[in-house]
């Protein structure tokens, strides 16, 4: 028996900062990027004495990093001791086999359901974890190889290709000491894409949720309930990992997909934290009875429209640093700090509304649609007005430039935000980069994910649009990514990704 399971990375366009705070909202994409946890029995029998095993095995390779840990699962308390490691060991690996194990024999119901749970982990578990290639920065190797930086070098790589750690390529120094390595990475949630895709193969494989029952209310084939369930597992291990209650945005769009989110009451989570983890029954059993009470409402781009990102190359942006010096600047300067909120939680609302109404709009008038965003892909926003010739196309296109203007309009008072705060939320390099983006031809969005800083630009483009975009981003020394959208959430899989077969790279590159 073997489960693969995989969930998304996300984008942050809209509600950057406002999110961490009840009840504003954030506008989340989710990615095709994907973290995929393959989970599989250690042991095909059990030796007949496996009944009086107060322990079992469990097994975590990480092939990319060249890392693997083992570890004696306690099959009273759900809690795993370390046994060996090539590296120190990942708290949110560990995090999220503790908590699914316990919700799992939270969810129990019945005696045969309990026996069929103890034979499962008694054959211990072997758990494979898997990043896409979009997770990490592969820029520094490029650069220092000599090639150009496009997406077409990117491709060439295998995928699933072994990350390479800080080294004389990335820090321009060689030492004979040994340091703890450090991976580059794009900022898309790869934490919680990676919590989430195990927690989904374990509770899966485990029995406790069904990921592939096409359900009333579901998403991807998942029954609300198990998603539920799902989610409410992600978050807490996230959480627990991470040290401390963040908003939640990456955990519940790597469970649900693209989505208007709003996060969870900080309190939801109290027990956890406050035992940080530990007495895990107790915890387990109050997390899965609370009434969650984020929001998560399905949203997507509209058709047409394509998600860019971009690597500047100039990274090093602690989010957590960020958010302590705007929260510290709210409590410094509350007037101005709820003034800017405001506006920005307008902004917002009316990016979300114009997107919605395109989207409407496609559905009912999809030919004048069709033609009104083909025109606009091939030209500058100052003449899309031009291409309308009848009241839906102007419509469509009045909902257009709206959107725009409301992205501008987030951009302002993001930036204001960051010179009140002493932080480059929208840095004056990024300010450039993107003005001359949105100015291009057939650009709707041009903006910095999440929370900000040097680490990565994206843009929404219209059409065929994007092509030209990358062009010019790889000119101007931006690595474009080849992540795209992608609404989907949390997946069960058909098999071990690595089996499947793959598409020819464009060239044969080794830059690792």
């Excluded at 009470?293 to 960020?322: A, C, K, R, V, Y």
Aim: hydrophobic share 40%.
């Amino acid at each position: 028996m073997e489960v693969v399971a995989s969930a998304p990375g996300k984008v942050l366009i809209a509600g950057g900062y406002l999110v961490l705070e009840r009840p504003n909202a954030g506008l989340v994409l989710s990615t095709t990027a994907r973290f995929y946890a393959v989970v599989r029995p250690l042991r095909d029998s059990l030796p007949d004495d496996s009944w009086a095993w107060a322990w079992t095995d469990v097994k975590v390779a990480s092939p990319q990093l060249s890392r693997e840990a083992t570890y004696k699962l306690s099959l009273k308390k759900s809690t795993l001791q370390l046994t060996s490691a090539r590296e120190s060991a990942n708290p949110f690996v560990e995090q999220a086999i503790q908590f699914s194990i316990a919700a799992a024999k939270a969810t129990i119901t019945d005696k045969e359901s309990e026996d069929a749970l103890d034979k499962l982990l008694l054959q211990g578990l072997s758990i494979t974890i898997l990043g896409c290639n979009d997770f990490y920065s592969y820029r520094k190797q490029i650069e220092a190889r000599g090639l150009p930086l496009t997406p077409e070098v990117l491709l060439s790589l295998p995928p699933f290709s072994s990350i390479t750690f800080n080294s004389e390529v990335a820090n321009g120094t060689m030492t004979g000491e040994t340091c703890k390595p450090e991976v580059a990475k794009t900022g898309l949630g790869s934490s919680a894409a990676m919590t989430t895709s195990v927690v989904a193969a374990l509770l899966h494989y485990l029995g406790a949720v069904d990921l592939s029952c096409p359900g009333q209310s579901s998403r991807d084939g998942a029954t609300g309930r198990d998603l539920n369930l799902l989610h409410a597992i992600a978050q807490s291990a996230h959480c627990i990992a991470q040290r401390k209650i963040g908003s939640g945005f990456d955990v519940s769009a790597a469970v649900y997909g693209s989505q208007r989110y709003i996060r969870f009451s900080p309190e939801i989570l109290s027990s956890a934290q406050a035992t940080g983890g530990t007495c895990l029954s107790d915890v387990v059993s109050d997390i899965v009875t609370r009434r969650w009470d984020h929001e998560n409402t399905q949203f997507s781009l509209p058709p047409l429209m394509t998600l860019l990102l971009g690597e500047p190359g100039t990274g090093g942006t602690s989010t957590p640093s960020m958010v302590g010096s705007v929260k510290r600047w709210q409590k410094s300067d509350p007037e101005k700090s709820k003034d800017t909120w405001s506006k920005l939680g307008i902004a917002n609302t009316v990016l979300e509304n114009q997107l919605r109404i395109l989207k409407k709009l496609s559905e009912e008038h999809q030919e004048a649609y069709e033609s009104v965003v083909r025109s606009c892909s091939r030209l500058a926003h100052g003449k899309w007005t031009e291409v309308a010739t009848n009241q839906h196309q102007e419509a469509i296109v009045r909902s257009l430039l709206a959107a725009r203007d409301a992205f501008l309009e987030i951009r302002l008072h993001m930036r204001e935000m960051g010179i009140a705060a002493g932080v480059p939320i929208e840095p004056e390099s990024q300010t450039q980069l993107l003005d001359a983006t949105m100015n291009m031809e057939g650009v709707l969005l041009a903006g910095v994910p999440g929370a900000g800083g040097f680490d990565a630009v994206f843009s929404v483009t219209l059409g065929d649009a994007s092509n030209a975009v990358a062009s010019a981003w790889s000119s101007a020394g931006v690595l474009p990514l080849l992540v795209r959208g992608d609404h989907r959430g949390v997946s069960l899989e058909d098999a071990d990704p690595r089996t499947r077969e793959v598409s020819a790279a464009v060239s044969s590159v080794q830059i690792n």
